[in-house]
């Protein structure tokens, strides 16, 4: 596909509501869908995020999304291009924002018309799942049938290095608490994890333990409730940040490392779930 000839030649910085990517990992053509053109908002403040300041007049609206999504998913079909997925990430927290519902309900729907082998991707800190209406619309959505893939960040197994990596204000717990509950009633979802430096420092052991124990439990619960977590995501930093050098990517036995020691885990435990790397 001619990426930009469908997206209005806008970056996602530049104010793109739909920006088509070759991604490493959905193995191809992803469709991103960016909620936020104007400026980045987020729960979280991540210090690898990748999103450089800017800010720019667009203006989102369900309308805006569903007349460039359509148009870049029949421009992909008469190409001939496969879409391997449609996929909610953009400049914050897609939860955040008042259209989020809508627009998942329109992008359903125009993935249904156009594309229908694509997945319907959303990629979340979770911190949406301590409102109550988003914990419903979620549930319900990825229950579906070829419903909606949720990808949930995990980036910590302890309330310190969640303070570190993340640097949120919302308490570890309130925020694992809610994952639990997603995970007790039965949905299936993804987990994904960075890992990297912070100022110099590598998660230390008992934040590895702590994450080792957490990502197991959540998979345990789902498999449980009939949901089962599809994949443990674990990522490295590959791209520039804002903040660098602040993080600092780490080598990739690092990275096979923590998914190996998972692996067993999960194994030894019964559990069905597995972890890989990106
Ligand atoms: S959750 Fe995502 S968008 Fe928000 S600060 Fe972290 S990396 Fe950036």
Redesign the pocket.
């Known amino acids: 596909m001619k990426i930009g000839a469908v997206s209005d030649h806008r970056t996602r910085e530049g104010g793109a509501i739909i920006y088509p990517v070759y991604s490493r990992r959905s193995r191809g053509l992803s469709v991103g869908i960016n909620l936020f053109p104007d400026r980045?908002l987020?729960?979280?403040?991540?210090p690898?995020?990748?999103?450089f300041p800017f800010r720019t007049d667009i203006v989102f609206s369900v309308d805006t999304m569903k007349t460039a999504l359509s148009s870049c998913l029949r421009e992909a079909a008469e190409n001939g291009e496969t879409v391997k997925d449609i996929c909610f990430?953009?400049?914050?927290?897609p939860t955040l924002s008042p259209e989020f519902p809508e627009a998942l309900e329109t992008a359903k729907a125009l993935r249904d018309e156009f594309s229908a082998g694509a997945k319907l991707v959303l990629?979340?800190?979770g911190t949406g799942l301590l409102d109550d209406r988003t914990f419903s619309v979620l549930a319900a959505a990825a229950k579906r049938d070829s419903g909606l893939h949720i990808w949930l960040?995990l980036d910590a197994g302890t309330e310190a290095w969640y303070r570190e990596i993340?640097?949120s204000d919302i308490p570890f717990k309130r925020l694992t608490g809610a994952f639990t509950a997603f995970a007790a009633q039965g949905s299936p979802f993804t987990l994904q994890t960075?890992i990297c430096r912070v100022n110099g420092v590598l998660p230390p052991p008992e934040e590895e333990a702590a994450w080792l124990d957490l990502a197991a439990a959540l998979a345990d619960t789902s498999e449980k409730a009939g949901g089962g977590i599809r994949s443990v995501q674990i990522y490295g930093k590959v791209r520039p940040a804002p903040e660098d050098p602040l993080t600092e990517p780490v080598p990739r036995e690092t990275l096979d490392r923590r998914a190996a020691l998972l692996n067993e885990t999960l194994e030894c435990a019964g559990i069905a779930a597995r972890a890989e790397v990106f």
């Open positions: 980045k987020c729960s979280f403040d991540c690898y995020c990748e999103v990430s953009g400049n914050g927290e990629i979340t800190n960040k993340d640097r960075m």
